[in-house]
């Protein structure tokens, strides 16, 4: 069975996308229009009180560059832009689902986006709050995974407990692909651009990259970083390499990588009790 064939039956096996609220689905369809404006989307957004709330502490944290600066939903889609803030919406409505049964790994999502953020920065490279985004949602078919099959989610937890192996791995036995592929899988039914969805299925392989190559490259650098600092947990205790191709393709060795890593971490403390 080849990797289309296995990734089309376990899709098949999903009852149905995680729910999203009926104003997010709204959202994410009037971003598409190429006549909509930025006043019509914070409108929409702002109508619904508890997603606004959450989008404005998610844009007013440190990973996206403007730390309390943001009060209005209208003035943060103007800064951030459409695809930033539909992977916002999309992350304070899914992630909600971590903070109650996979806390680990919202704190993981958190700290690589506040990396990737980080980097990219320190980098100089367009899009920064875009490339964080990608950052926040790389873990997102873990999330599927763990709602849509909990009986094989629970099947790779006693895996990786049992035998010591990564997550990704134990995914592979279990699932016939891993969540990089199901993430790629959600994020193309969810219509989320191509600047997000190539981030997140390939940040454990980066040298499969033939566009975005920088972006892809800094999720991956910030996804490995944070494991090796500790916070939250990706599913598995290990510490993967920085693989060559990504730490060349942005030219890391340009930067001051313990001033970056002070940063890095600064950020960190600044979030560490973020709660949507």
């Keep these: 069975m080849s990797r289309a064939e296995k990734i089309k039956s376990i899709t098949k096996r999903i009852q149905g996308l995680p729910t999203l609220p009926p104003v997010v689905r709204k959202i994410t369809a009037l971003v598409e229009s190429p006549d909509v404006t930025a006043q019509e989307v914070g409108k929409l957004i702002s109508s619904d009180q508890v997603l606004s709330a959450k989008v404005l502490k998610l844009v007013n944290s440190p990973f996206y560059g403007f730390p309390g600066r943001i009060s209005s939903i209208s003035h943060a889609v103007i800064l951030l832009g459409f695809n930033v803030i539909k992977g916002v919406v999309l992350s304070a409505s899914v992630f909600e689902i971590m903070e109650t049964s996979m806390v680990g790994l919202w704190a993981h999502s958190l700290g690589s986006a506040i990396a990737s953020g980080t980097i990219a920065r320190a980098l100089g490279l367009s899009e920064p709050e875009e490339i964080s985004t990608a950052a926040l949602l790389h873990d997102i078919g873990k999330v599927l995974v763990r709602v849509s099959l909990p009986a094989e989610y629970n099947r790779i937890a006693r895996i990786v407990e049992a035998e010591g192996r990564s997550f990704r791995d134990a995914e592979t036995e279990v699932l016939g692909v891993d969540h990089a592929e199901i993430g790629l899988w959600l994020s193309r039914e969810w219509g989320m651009p191509e600047r997000l969805t190539v981030p997140i299925s ?75």
């Design 202 to 276: 390939l940040h454990h392989e980066p040298e499969a990259a033939t566009k975005f190559k920088d972006r892809v490259a800094v999720v991956h650098i910030a996804d490995t970083l944070i494991r090796a600092f500790g916070v939250g947990s990706g599913g598995d205790p290990w510490v993967g390499r920085i693989r060559p191709a990504a730490w060349d393709a942005i030219g890391m060795d340009r930067i001051d990588l313990v001033g970056l890593m002070r940063e890095i971490l600064s950020g960190l403390e600044e979030v560490e009790n973020l709660q949507l």
